[in-house]
């Protein structure tokens, strides 16, 4: 199955959710690194800046892999991936934050109202823009949305 997915997104360039890992909904209400990297290629800063230790690759060329369980939730992997492959998700109530890498312009600000993205960029609805990070080369946004649309939203357009 997982050739089978990797070959459709290199046909497509869209990820499908249904080949991912993903976390219980327990563990979504307290928080998860979501990874959804699919290069089996020599990398793994994720693995080295995660300060909990809960990223994993069994080899370099591994896909790495999160102890959802253990996860912080810190998003320091999220601007660190080159592959801006790694988003943090956590649900509370009836509204989902998802921390995303963000790498165009303009930059949102804080209470900023963009638009919510899926893997396709399709439009799904307005996102509120509740933490800006430029700390690192990629910034890291953390947006508000529907609890619906967690494992969806995947970028922003402002």
Known sequence: MEVLHIKNYEKTGVLSIRNLRLPTDDQLKKGVA???????????????????????MEGINDLPKVDFNKCTSCRQCVGICPGLAIFVVKVK????????????????KVGDIVTALDREGNSKGDAKVVKVNQKEKTIVITIEVSKDLAMKVRNIRV
């Not at 979501?34 to 995660?50: D, F, G, S, T």
């Not at 109530?93 to 949102?108: D, G, N, R, S, V």
Request: net charge negative; aromatic share 6%; proline share 15%.
């Open 34 to 56: 979501i990874i959804e990297c699919v290069q089996e290629i020599p990398c793994n800063p994720c693995v080295a800046v995660c300060p909990v230790n809960v990223i994993s």
């Open 93 to 108: 109530e009836e509204k989902a934050l998802i921390t995303l890498p963000y790498e165009f312009l303009p930059i949102p």
